[in-house]
């Protein structure tokens, strides 16, 4: 009789840590996806050619990344990780919690509207993502969210503010995809985010729900 698959049962194990030497080989080929996708989308992320742009063997690849949708979320984790080094040295300025973060958001937006190629490939592969690729998924979620909290400022956010953070990063992802897919304008996008974010200022000042 099989074994009894439990939750605990399917977590994978703790990854050690990259050598130095490892983690130049993972920066190489996260570069090379990014130009691949840069310039021919989601259908240009092909794991051959990568492993040839990257200069590694292909089952090296296949070690590193399973699949193109773990490489073109791994590469999203990649892209926010910059965004986030950014922001730290040139921090949002707006008064609010809700304008600092309205303003991350777009300046965040407007990098992706730079490469609209790569941003397709990046929100494709989260949208087909399935639960093998969910702890990758739950990285660039964590970053996003880690991105929200710091541009809010000020000590650790309260439950009704992350609760309104997770509000405010579902509007985000719903306005890129709307955005990518011809549905939705810049101002528009604009106009979505802003109006999510005042929920950061209603949860912070005590509003309706914050209790």
């Given at each position: ?79 926010l ?26 300046r ?8 609209p190629q ?18 990758e998924?739950?990285q660039?979620?964590r ?10 400022g ?58």
């Amino acid at each position: 009789m099989p074994a009894e698959v439990t939750p605990e049962s399917t977590v994978r194990p703790p990854v050690p840590p990259l050598t130095e030497r490892q983690e130049a080989r993972r920066r190489r080929i996260l570069e090379a996806t990014a130009r691949l996708a840069g310039r021919g989308g989601f259908d240009a992320v092909q794991m051959r050619e990568v492993a040839e742009a990257s200069e590694v063997a292909l089952g090296t690849l296949y070690r590193y990344f399973p699949s193109k949708i773990h490489l073109l979320v791994a590469t999203m984790q990649d892209q926010l990780e910059r965004l986030h080094g950014t922001l730290r040295e040139r921090p949002p300025a707006g008064e609010t919690a809700a304008e600092r973060v309205a303003e991350t958001l777009m300046r965040a937006f407007r990098a992706l509207r730079r490469e609209p190629q790569l941003a397709d490939a990046m929100v494709r592969a989260v949208i087909f993502a399935d639960r093998g690729v969910a702890a990758e998924v739950e990285q660039v979620s964590r970053q996003t969210t880690a991105i929200i909290v710091e541009a809010m400022g000020g000590d650790r956010p309260t439950p009704g503010q992350l609760a309104a953070v997770r509000v405010v990063e579902h509007t985000w992802h719903a306005a890129l995809v709307g955005w990518l897919s011809g549905r939705a304008s810049t101002a528009q996008v604009k106009a979505d985010i802003e109006t999510a974010c005042r929920l950061l200022d209603l949860r912070e000042a005590g509003g309706p729900g914050s209790a």
